[in-house]
């Protein structure tokens, strides 16, 4: 029998190993105070760095709190802390910083994940039931705050991308979009994609369809103060997609992994899309196998923990769903589908994306 006693040297490193995840954990919560309580914001704005009076006195929260939070972020190098020649410590942000935790219009600003850390990790207590039962829980479950969180994350590179770069590698869409045609965002989220295409393209027409309550809500509420005459939300539990070929562009952002039944879904697409139309499919750049998807993508563990909480809990929430989950859509599984949907051109677009793969899929 192979001998279990463990090596002092490798127990010290692999216990290293496992507390750094609760400390990423732990600053994950922390980052998510200091988007909240607007402490990266004050840094960002602050002219010259900042002690944490001066920071407690911006943000009109109580010092030593601050002073400790701050510690933890200097701690972990997310900002930046220096004594002067008295040993008074001062706090500012880098550029990069600044792009990251406090400029929700940079297309790298990253706060939505964090936004939601707290209904992501409160996942967790439904987890051991779904781990028995199987059924996992949709994205209403992450309550309303967890709608914020998606559309803070998404929406920035879209912002930035999705009029300019994405649309335009798509043939002859934007020619279209602009003399006036009919479009569907499925599993719509928060409306961004829509509200923002809605703006661009007066002359055409969007519809942005999802399933959960709170994201609908929310995306009504905006589009009512952005006042786009052209732009309207359906509750997908209570209707239905056209099935007479009327939709001549169709969008899927990162949701397709989610569903219960993407394999229906697909195939209700081919059946709502029109004979010339096309389907942007927007979904996790996965690759075939885990040993890929963790040689290749060093957020890999990120993803598959994402998926538990989230993404592979929201496509297990009725019996029988499929389970994709965030990794579960490369692009074979995806050619494949769509051509068991009924589709028959299928095209990888050029568009580069940190996290984001981007198909054209036509009839
Ligand atoms: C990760 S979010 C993406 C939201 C949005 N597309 C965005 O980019 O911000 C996934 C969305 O898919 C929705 N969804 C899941 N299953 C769905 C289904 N069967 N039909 C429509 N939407 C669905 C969820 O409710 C959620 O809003």
């Known amino acids: 029998m192979a001998d279990r006693t463990a090596d002092p040297d490798k ?10 995840q609760l400390s990423g954990a732990v600053t994950a919560g922390m ?42 972020q200097a701690a972990a190098k997310l900002i930046t802390t220096e004594s002067d020649d ?29 936004h939601r850390f707290p209904q992501t990790m409160g996942a967790l207590e439904q987890m051991p039931s779904s781990f028995v039962s199987g059924l996992g829980h949709d994205y209403d479950s992450h309550g309303p705050e967890g709608a914020v ?62 399933i959960s309550g709170h994201a609908l809500e929310r995306a009504d509420n905006r589009l009512a103060k952005a006042r786009v005459p052209n732009a309207r939300f ?18 899927t952002f990162d949701c397709i992994h989610d569903m219960t039944d993407p394999q229906g879904m697909m195939c209700k697409i081919r059946e709502a899309i029109a004979p010339g139309g096309s389907w942007l499919l927007v979904d996790i750049k ?11 993508n060093p957020m890999a563990a990120l993803l598959y923990g994402m998926s538990i909480l989230s993404c592979m809990s929201s496509a297990l929430s009725s019996p029988g769903g499929a389970g994709l989950g965030t990794l579960g859509l490369p692009e074979s599984r995806a050619r494949e589908m769509a051509e068991v949907a009924g589709f028959t051109r299928f095209r990888k677009l050029d568009v580069d994306h940190s996290v984001n793969a981007f198909y054209e899929i036509r009839p």
């Not at 500012?92 to 219009?105: C, H, I, Q, S």
């Not at 996965?286 to 290749?296: C, G, H, I, L, P």
Request: aromatic share 10%; glycine share 8%; proline share 5%.
């Open 11 to 20: 127990l010290k490193f692999y216990s290293y190993t496992v507390f750094t």
């Open 31 to 72: 980052i998510h105070l200091g988007d909240k309580l607007g402490l990266f914001s004050s840094l960002a704005d602050a002219d010259s760095p900042l002690t944490t009076t001066e920071l407690a006195t911006r943000t009109g929260l109580d010092e030593r709190w601050v002073r400790e939070w701050a510690y933890n």
């Open 286 to 296: 996965a690759r075939d196998s885990f040993a890929e998807n963790v040689e290749k």
């Open 149 to 210: 969180g998606i559309e803070r994350s998404f929406e920035p590179w879209n912002k930035h991308n999705l009029i300019p770069t994405v649309l335009p590698a798509l043939d002859g869409v934007v020619e279209a979009l602009e003399s006036g045609i009919s479009v569907a965002d499925i599993g719509c989220g928060a409306g961004g994609a829509i509200l923002l295409m809605a703006d661009a393209f007066p002359k055409s027409i969007f519809v942005g369809y999802d």
């Open 86 to 114: 008295e040993g008074i410590e001062r706090f500012w942000v880098t550029p990069e910083a600044v792009a990251v935790l406090a400029r929700p219009d940079h297309p790298a600003y990253g706060m939505g994940m964090f």
């Open 234 to 251: 359906v509750d997908l539990r209570g209707s239905q997609l056209p099935n007479d070929h009327s939709i001549d562009l169709i969008t």
